[in-house]
């Protein structure tokens, strides 16, 4: 099994920059893609950014320029970066991968429990 466990949510002020990461571990043998989504109440779960293996990044409009995502493909671990935030940005952060188990095997989808952003104004 592969566990995701986020870090770095937190209250902010409007205008302040965070944080977040997110580290893959378990029984792995390489991680995919990885990619943060978020969840504001009220509203379905939307892509936030996605970054391949290799490094290509891809932003929701709303975020571009803003968030930064980045991996560590030693580590398995995946940072989101957010400048400028606003209080639209509250949400439940969650990260995401698609992963390998063992070589040869399917990949499958795996979740983090979520981390909460708070942006005041």
């Known amino acids: 099994q592969v566990q995701l466990v986020e870090s770095g949510g937190g209250l902010v002020q409007a205008g302040g920059s965070l944080s977040l990461s997110c580290a893959a571990s378990?029984?792995?043998?390489?991680?995919?893609?990885m990619s943060w989504y978020r969840q504001a109440p009220g509203n379905q779960r939307e892509l936030v950014a996605t970054?391949?293996?290799?490094?290509?990044?891809n932003y929701a409009d709303s975020v571009k320029g803003r968030f930064t995502i980045s991996r560590d493909n030693v580590k398995n671990t995946v940072y989101l970066r957010i400048n400028s935030l606003k209080p639209e940005d509250t949400a439940v952060y969650y990260c995401?991968?698609?992963?390998?188990?063992?070589?040869?095997?399917?990949?499958?989808?795996?979740w983090g429990q979520g981390t909460q952003v708070t942006v005041s104004s």
């Open positions: 995401y991968c698609n992963a390998a188990q063992q070589l040869g095997y399917s990949t499958r989808d795996y």
């Open positions: 970054i391949t293996r290799g490094g290509s990044t």
């Open positions: 378990g029984n792995i043998f390489r991680v995919y893609v």
